[in-house]
């Protein structure tokens, strides 16, 4: 990487680490401003709304805040937290290596391409929450079955992904050992999520015109997913600062 390349990167993680509080009160604003305009379509609409209509858009805004501010405590100390106990090693050789000896590396830190990775991380939540928006309406109180159904596995897909990507973003920020492995873990969790709520939606029995557009979603975010991973799992797997930084070792 070039050595502009190298500052630009310096600098957007250090923007990272020093605005999370501006990142989660700028999240704060423009999520309950489109949440508040979906909602208040659906006043407009004419239908008998209430606490159980925005109850939803209030979970999806404040989950990522609440996973950040979790995942900070729990990551706080990230020196004392054990490398042996989350290695990967289907190719190549490693040496372990010692903290001290870590942080000495010059590609020790999530600097690099690994600014890239982080950014993505952070951008599934926004994107997933606008997905939500735009696909799935707000619901007054007296609704068919289905479409009850419809609104809560994609308000719970919403809330748990987007909690799960933030934690992943704090792990890899706060240079967790166990961040590479959280990351896969949820990878495979989210694309097991699509599946498991394109069948339970299905068998709900969908009008033809929800469902299309629904599994067109569905599919979608799967492919992201996939896309993600043949994209940055060899990174994970191979890239030097990766296991110098979050495995504590180098190449033999």
Excluded at 54 to 74: G, M, Q, R
Aim: with cysteine; proline share 6%; charged share 15%.
């Amino acid at each position: 990487m070039s050595l502009s390349l190298s500052a630009r990167a310096g600098r957007l993680l250090a923007g990272l680490e020093g605005g999370l509080n501006k990142i989660m009160t700028i999240w704060l604003l423009l999520a309950m401003s489109a949440c508040s305009m979906r909602v208040g379509l659906a006043t407009m609409g004419g239908g008998e709304t209430g606490v159980g209509t925005a109850f939803p858009y209030i979970l999806v805004t404040v989950a990522p805040l609440l996973s950040i501010s979790f995942a900070l405590k729990w990551f706080a100390d990230t020196d004392r937290m054990s490398a042996r106990q989350v290695r990967f090693d289907p190719v190549g050789k490693w040496q372990a290596v010692s903290l001290d000896e870590a942080k000495a590396h010059p590609l020790y830190g999530p600097n690099g391409f690994m600014v890239s990775l982080l950014i993505g991380i952070l951008l599934n939540v926004p994107v997933r929450l606008a997905e939500y928006l735009v696909a799935i309406p707000a619901i007054p109180a007296d609704v068919p079955a289905w479409l009850s159904t419809l609104h809560l596995l994609m308000t719970a897909d919403v809330v748990i992904m987007t909690s799960l990507y933030t934690v992943v973003f704090v792990a890899a920020l706060k240079r967790a050992p166990i961040f590479p492995m959280l990351l896969m873990s949820v990878w495979a969790f989210d694309l097991a999520m699509q599946l498991v709520i394109a069948e339970l939606v299905t068998a709900e029995g969908l009008p033809v015109a929800v469902a299309e557009p629904l599994h067109a979603l569905l599919e979608g975010n799967v492919k992201k997913v996939l896309i993600s991973v043949g994209l940055w799992l060899p990174y994970l797997i191979l890239s030097q600062r990766v296991n110098v930084t979050y495995r504590r070792r180098i190449a033999a």
